[in-house]
């Protein structure tokens, strides 16, 4: 599993060609206009730059790794309109997968031809396992060597001496812990899967800063379990820099706002 240079999205290769993408959100400026922000639609920007990447990858599969839509519980005309044309488009690239995430309900009416829908537990595809995160996973995932997973929109927050912060997106490549999934799965033939945290394609929708935060700030049933690895978990800025491990960057104190 690679990360695209400086962008948001995921290669897989096996013996097929998987581009991965999570947190699209496509909907959002519905909810903001409701809140007093007015955006315009990004959906054409959004649809370009998934384009580009289509472009370069070249894939024979494209993953949408939960939340495609915002609104929950109800769809917005906004999404009723947008999220079907999208979907389509990247469709006519290649064999889109869905795994639903927490705001995806109702979207299997939303699915255009050549889009299949998983399980939102999670699928296997070419060796590699995908899930969104507010779920455990199924137990098949737990068979590959690498998992993906999307949920948190994950950063990394810096403040500066006069408190001024920058949340920075970045990939989380961490472990889950086998204790902890051995008291959810029961018996399990354990492979300890490298599991990769992908940042949230749409900037819109912030994200939760992994050096701040403990496991039960983080959501999804593997944190709020204690199921996966955090402190040893490693942080990689979107342009590859590797900022080493949550703990290592808690004890740094960079990351913290200091009192004057």
Not at 178 to 200: C, Q
Request: overall charge negative; aromatic content about 8%; some cysteine.
């Amino acid at each position: 599993m690679n990360p695209l240079l400086n962008e948001p999205a995921l290669v897989v290769e096996n013996t097929i060609r998987t581009l991965v993408i999570a947190d699209i959100h496509l909907g959002i400026e519905w909810d903001l206009y409701n809140s007093g922000i007015s955006i315009p639609s990004q959906v054409e920007k959004r649809k370009m730059r998934i384009l580009s990447y289509i472009k370069k990858v070249r894939p024979d599969v494209i993953v949408l790794l939960g939340d495609i839509k915002h609104n929950v519980p109800r769809t917005s005309w906004q999404e009723k309109k947008e999220v079907p044309e999208f979907l389509k488009t990247l469709a006519s690239f290649a064999h889109v997968d869905i795994v639903p995430g927490n705001h995806d309900g109702d979207i299997e009416y939303l699915i255009p031809e050549n889009v299949t829908v998983r399980d939102m537990r999670g699928f296997v595809l070419d060796n590699a396992g995908y899930f969104h995160g507010h779920t455990w996973p199924s137990r098949e995932l737990l068979s590959v060597p690498c998992v993906a997973m999307s949920h948190n929109h994950p950063t990394i927050r810096f403040t500066d001496t006069l408190g001024h912060a920058l949340s920075e997106p970045v990939w989380i490549r961490t472990h889950f812990i086998e204790k902890a999934m051995r008291e959810h799965y029961g018996e399990l033939d354990w492979i300890n899967p490298e599991v990769i945290i992908m940042p949230a394609f749409n900037e819109l929708c912030g994200g939760i800063p992994f050096n701040e935060s403990m496991h039960e700030e983080l959501l999804g049933p593997v944190f709020s379990n204690h199921a996966i690895e955090l402190e040893r978990a490693r942080a990689f800025l979107l342009d590859g820099t590797d900022l080493g491990t949550i703990g290592s960057l808690r004890r740094l104190r960079i990351t913290r706002a200091r009192k004057l």
